[in-house]
């Protein structure tokens, strides 16, 4: 196979490649992968195109979806409340009373 190089189609899908490009935007082959689709992806460790998302989450959740900790809004403001308690308190005592 003779060395490709832009511009013209991409060996590997047929995409027009511009001059200039070091890979496709299509399929991400190039002069260092050979110009093959999957030389460029064999280590990446990518999932399959059947990937199933639902049988994921039960494997690794239980079948939960995972779930963050938000703190409550009650909690939240008076967080709020004391934070500014002691911005008060503290520029009244730096103000020399």
């Known amino acids: 196979m ?3 190089k832009p511009p013209g189609q991409c060996p590997n899908c047929g995409e ?3 001059r200039g490009a070091l890979a ?3 399929c991400g082959s190039c002069a260092k ?3 093959h689709d999957d030389a460029e992806q064999d280590g990446l460790d990518l999932p399959s195109d059947d990937f ?3 049988a994921f989450i039960a494997r690794e959740f239980g079948g939960q979806e995972p ?3 938000v703190p409550s809004t009650q909690k939240l403001w008076k967080g709020v409340a004391i934070v500014l ?3 008060l308190l503290a520029s009244w005592l730096l103000s020399g009373r």
């Open 52 to 54: 199933d998302y639902d």
């Open 2 to 4: 003779a060395r490709f």
């Open 85 to 87: 308690v002691m911005v």
């Open 67 to 69: 779930q963050g900790r």
């Open 24 to 26: 496709c935007d299509e």
């Open 16 to 18: 027009w490649v511009p």
């Open 33 to 35: 992968s050979g110009w």
